[in-house]
């Protein structure tokens, strides 16, 4: 008993070990003084600077606009990605008249879109908006259309001597077939998000976290800006963890999401086997 407690707190301390290594070798750099110093605050400012714009209420403020910033083009990018890639992954006459396309799109970076899309929208929230929705519309889109098209075409074969067939069948077989490989596609494309969300509010914006950063830099309050740094690290990471919990959740079903067996390392799936001495009759 005393063996898995051990192993339970060594398992939830481990990913904490690196970040705070990096904490302290940061505490000892800027302790040694000089221009070094000056460039790069000590944790200790920086949480001194946390807790300051948190009692006077503005990082609280910007972090809610870059939050709503991000959510709303995730919505939005994310179902058109999601509804276009089922359309695709079902219908072969959809697929040949908009992958080739969506293709072509999805090889031009969409923040070199920037310029463009400013002109079009301005520098208000609807550029913002299409700036994320684009950024996260692609590796949803393929993952949706990959997770579709990689369904064992026996599953939907017994699904069909089952009697299911349209809605049903989505439903039953194909959607929950492509879920994980759907998730996929959220993961990686709520990185995604931050990432375009920061450039976009760097370049046009009156409030956020970005805004927040390039103002600070007008002014050299470098501690402002490494705060900003790490808040969108941390949103980052509170995004990515909230997706492993809707995988665990969406896909219990799925052996592989389970809690199996490990053992040298890997995922060992307890399968029941009939017993050897037993014989056909």
């Known amino acids: 008993?005393?063996?898995?407690?051990?192993?339970?707190?060594?398992?939830?301390?481990?990913?904490?070990?690196?970040?705070?290594?990096?904490?302290?070798?940061?505490?000892?750099?800027?302790?040694?003084?000089?221009?070094?110093?000056?460039?790069?605050?000590?944790?200790?400012?920086?949480?001194?600077?946390?807790?300051?714009?948190?009692?006077?209420?503005?990082?609280?403020?910007?972090?809610?606009?870059?939050?709503?910033?991000?959510?709303?083009?995730?919505?939005?990018?994310?179902?058109?990605?999601?509804?276009?890639?089922?359309?695709?992954?079902?219908?072969?006459?959809?697929?040949?008249?908009?992958?080739?396309?969506?293709?072509?799109?999805?090889?031009i970076p969409h923040l070199a879109l920037i310029p463009l899309i400013l002109l079009w929208f301005g520098i208000g929230e609807e550029s913002k908006l299409v700036m994320v929705s684009l950024g996260v519309f692609f590796p949803i889109?393929?993952?949706?259309?990959?997770?579709?098209?990689?369904?064992?075409p026996g599953l939907i074969e017994m699904g069909r001597v089952?009697?299911?067939?349209?809605?049903?069948?989505?439903?039953?077989?194909?959607?929950?077939?492509?879920?994980?490989?759907?998730?996929?596609?959220?993961?990686?494309?709520?990185?995604?998000?931050?990432?375009?969300?920061?450039?976009?509010e760097t370049v046009s914006a009156k409030s956020g976290i970005g805004y927040m950063a390039m103002n600070a830099r007008e002014f050299l309050q470098m501690d402002v800006i490494v705060l900003s740094i790490l808040i969108y690290a941390l949103l980052g990471k509170l995004s990515d963890s909230l997706a492993k919990v809707a995988e665990r959740q969406f896909l219990k079903w799925h052996p592989n999401y389970n809690k199996p067996a490990r053992k040298g390392g890997l995922r060992l799936v307890r399968k029941s086997y009939p017993a050897a001495n037993s014989t056909a009759s």
Request: hydrophobic letters at 50%; proline letters at 3%.
């Open 162 to 200: 089952y009697g299911l067939k349209g809605f049903a069948l989505y439903r039953n077989v194909l959607f929950p077939g492509a879920l994980a490989s759907i998730l996929v596609g959220v993961r990686y494309s709520l990185g995604i998000m931050w990432l375009t969300l920061i450039v976009a």
């Open 141 to 152: 889109y393929l993952n949706t259309f990959h997770g579709i098209r990689s369904i064992d």
């Open 1 to 107: 008993m005393d063996d898995k407690k051990e192993k339970r707190w060594f398992n939830a301390v481990l990913p904490f070990l690196i970040p705070v290594l990096v904490l302290i070798l940061w505490q000892l750099v800027s302790m040694g003084g000089g221009a070094k110093a000056s460039l790069m605050p000590s944790p200790v400012k920086v949480l001194q600077t946390f807790v300051g714009m948190v009692e006077s209420g503005e990082l609280l403020r910007h972090a809610l606009i870059s939050t709503n910033r991000a959510l709303s083009g995730f919505l939005v990018g994310g179902m058109i990605g999601l509804v276009l890639g089922l359309i695709n992954g079902l219908w072969s006459l959809a697929e040949r008249l908009t992958d080739s396309s969506v293709q072509m799109l999805r090889n």
